[in-house]
């Protein structure tokens, strides 16, 4: 049922468990809270939500029902619905509503570049000025209720401004991470079909220079041929060394950010929408197919993604918090973009790398902005512990309050070196499960109430009410291992995949009727402890990432060598899972090839999809494991990529079993 993932150890006890601390004014203190509250979020979500919804602005409250779904794809369409009839704006209640309550002068945003030495202080009044400026901008453009924007910009203040000013005008972001390619923005573009786009003119990450606006010049040549145009592109000069002379330009396409975006008045008025309407999209890799646009809307997300923010990461004002993720994931989407700012939250926004120019730079931004609350991802903790303990230990870290992780299982070991060497043995980790589907946390400890088990999620947040399921479909009981399923409705979820409501019940419901399928294993222990074992689907998780394998499979055939491709995870010590591909070349080649063959392959993905792809090994395969229906056998891949050729299993419905013995003639060749 794994696909190859680092797997937790389910035993709990060998690693010890670590009691919650005792914090009186946690937000949540203590298991009785929990219990009273997660109990309550079942028996009576209405009350329990509609409580907490009232802290926000609504300028239209909800009718009775408060909300509705239904998860049987048999019975009805697949619907789900939090706050009917409401109205709110995500801005406002993010930026306007916190001014208004004295926190104008809050620092928002400490930003700190990519070099040293280069930082800059945005309040919360220079940010709502600043999205008002921006969503004027977009106005001009001719951009209005339910029109989408794409937005493709490095983590500088600008980028959360413009998904802000998106949501003050009712339009609808759709955020792509900028190490993307031309490719892959084309295909998003294309999808979305927006009229602006926002990007930057270069970024540096690491010591390297990367023109993002080449890129989306050379995106809109595909979106051309595809049929679509866009009619502006705003360029934020963000070259640094370069002069904007070095830019290539479209004129009456193309506008520097600078200039137009300053000329705006710095207030614009609120677009109130429906609590359903849509606020952003988000591509996501599937399992097979095309990238697919996951779609949130306003109210349940906002209150999902705030509610979360605020007991996971136990906020107070007192607080600075620091999440690592990019804008251009979910992860950036809900606890930089939205969630921090819901709670009027002060954060750090970090442009680099953590180890640039060397291992010592988070922990030195945690000193130099006092961070309290930390939020990263297992491979980045796993790379950081890599350059060993003296990097750490080098910079106080006393600030340091809680510690998060997101986006695969962690492993007990860098779980511990989290919590001893980082945390120096006083900071709670919370390991958070969630998904771009989700929306918000779903399972995951709450800091002052949970006791700690290293490699588990722990337990369900207020309103999440998980389940596991047989193979059959059957629930399972107790201690047991399976799918993970969602039974009901909680307000952050997705609504739907963009322009395709059937592949979003295909992907999530039909399998299942009645529940959400996650896509991901687990098992639950007899504490009722959830221990995230990795995906079932065909989805590689490298270093936080999702990347289906049908894609990268598709973009190395699109090599002129390459006949077919075979793509499963491997273990990866740093990334987590790594991509394993098994390459067959057209007919007529000898194996092995020149050895030049396998870089190219490489730079074909790379520039296809993006080097968060790019191929770890490259397996060559005179022929693959197939079915005599002509189905690739992935179950045997995986067990060569992972070296476990003595449990190939029952191997009798090959069509021909002569192409193991060839394939494993050929590794490391
Ligand atoms: C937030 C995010 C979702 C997939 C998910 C699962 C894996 C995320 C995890 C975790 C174990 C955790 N995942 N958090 N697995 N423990 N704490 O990462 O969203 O990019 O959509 O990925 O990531 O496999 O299904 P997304």
Redesign the pocket.
């Known amino acids: 049922m794994s696909n190859g993932a680092v797997h937790p150890e389910p035993h709990g006890h060998v690693y010890g468990h670590y009691a919650a601390p005792k914090w009186p004014d946690a937000h949540c203190s203590g298991k009785e809270q929990y219990d009273a509250m997660y109990k309550e979020s079942l028996a009576a979500p209405e009350k329990f939500w509609g409580r907490i919804a009232e802290k926000f602005y609504w300028k239209k409250k909800w009718e009775a029902p408060f909300h509705s779904y239904n998860f049987d794809s048999r019975k009805a369409p697949v619907n789900v619905q939090w706050f009917i009839g409401a109205e709110t704006n995500l801005a406002y209640n993010c930026l306007d509503r916190n001014v208004e309550a004295g926190q104008g002068d809050r620092v928002a945003f400490y930003w700190e570049g990519n070099d040293l030495g280069e930082d800059s202080t945005t309040t919360y009044s220079q940010l709502l000025a600043q999205v008002c400026q921006i969503a004027n901008y977009l106005k001009s453009a001719g951009v209005g209720r339910g029109d989408d924007v794409t937005i493709y910009m490095p983590m500088i203040p600008e980028l959360p401004a413009a998904m802000l000013a998106c949501a003050r005008i009712g339009a609808v972001h759709s955020v792509v991470f900028a190490g993307f390619s031309a490719e892959s923005l084309s295909g998003r573009i294309l999808d979305s079909k927006p009229r602006v786009v926002l990007t930057c003119s270069a970024v540096k990450r690491g010591a390297k220079p990367i023109s993002l606006k080449g890129i989306v010049d050379d995106a809109l040549v595909k979106v051309t041929a595809g049929g679509h145009e866009v009619d502006t592109v705003l360029v934020y000069d963000h070259t640094r060394a370069a002069t904007r002379a070095d830019v290539a330009f479209t004129p009456g396409r193309d506008v520097w950010w600078q200039d137009a975006v300053s000329e705006q008045p710095t207030t614009c008025e609120v677009e109130w929408m429906g609590a359903e309407d849509p606020l952003f999209k988000l591509y996501?890799s599937g399992s097979t197919g095309k990238p697919k646009g996951v779609e949130h809307t306003l109210g349940g997300y906002m209150v999902g993604t705030a509610t979360t923010f605020k007991y996971v990461f136990d906020h107070h004002l007192s607080d600075v918090y620091w999440c690592t993720a990019d804008c251009g994931?979910?992860?950036g989407h809900s606890y930089v973009a939205y969630g921090p700012l819901l709670n009027a939250a002060t954060q750090v926004l970090f442009e680099g790398v953590p180890t640039h120019p060397d291992a010592g730079r988070a922990w030195d931004i945690v000193d130099k902005y006092k961070v309290s609350l930390l939020y990263t991802a297992p491979t980045a903790i796993r790379s950081l512990q890599s350059f060993g303990p003296e990097w750490v230990k080098k910079y106080s870290r006393a600030s340091l309050r809680i510690l998060g992780?997101?986006?695969?299982?962690?492993n007990p070991e860098a779980w511990l070196w989290y919590h001893d060497v980082v945390g120096g043995g006083r900071c709670p980790i919370v390991?958070?499960?969630?998904?771009?589907?989700t929306g918000a946390h779903m399972i995951t400890p709450l800091p002052g109430a949970t006791t700690l088990v290293p490699g588990s999620?722990t337990l369900p947040f207020f309103g999440v009410e998980p389940a596991v399921l047989s193979e059959k479909g059957e629930e399972l009981q107790g201690e047991c291992e399976g799918y993970l399923v969602i039974k009901r409705a909680w307000p952050s979820g997705m609504r739907t995949l963009s322009g395709d409501h059937a592949r979003f019940e295909a992907t999530y419901f039909n399998l299942y009727p009645g529940y959400y399928f996650?896509?991901?294993g687990c098992r639950r222990d007899k504490d009722g402890y959830y221990w995230?074992i990795?995906?079932v689907d065909d989805v590689i998780?490298v270093s936080?990432?999702?990347i289906g394998t049908a894609e990268v499979e598709g973009a190395l055939t699109q090599h002129d060598r390459c006949a077919e491709a075979a793509v499963v995870p491997m273990e990866h010590p740093i990334k987590g899972q790594g991509i394993y591909a098994f390459v067959t070349l057209m007919q007529g080649t000898e194996y092995p090839p020149p050895p030049a063959l396998k870089k190219e392959l490489v730079a074909t993905v790379r520039e296809v999809i993006g080097p968060i792809a790019t191929p770890d090994v490259i397996h060559w395969a005179p022929g693959l494991p197939k079915t005599r229906s002509g189905k690739i056998m992935r179950r045997i891949l995986r067990k060569i990529a992972s070296k476990e050729e003595d449990s190939l299993g029952d191997t009798s419905t090959l069509a021909d079993p002569s192409v193991i013995q060839t394939l494993l003639a050929l590794r490391g060749k």
């Open positions: 996501t994931w979910i992860t992780s997101v986006g695969e299982p962690i390991d958070t499960w969630w998904q771009t589907e999620a996650t896509g991901d995230l990795g995906r998780n936080g990432h999702r």
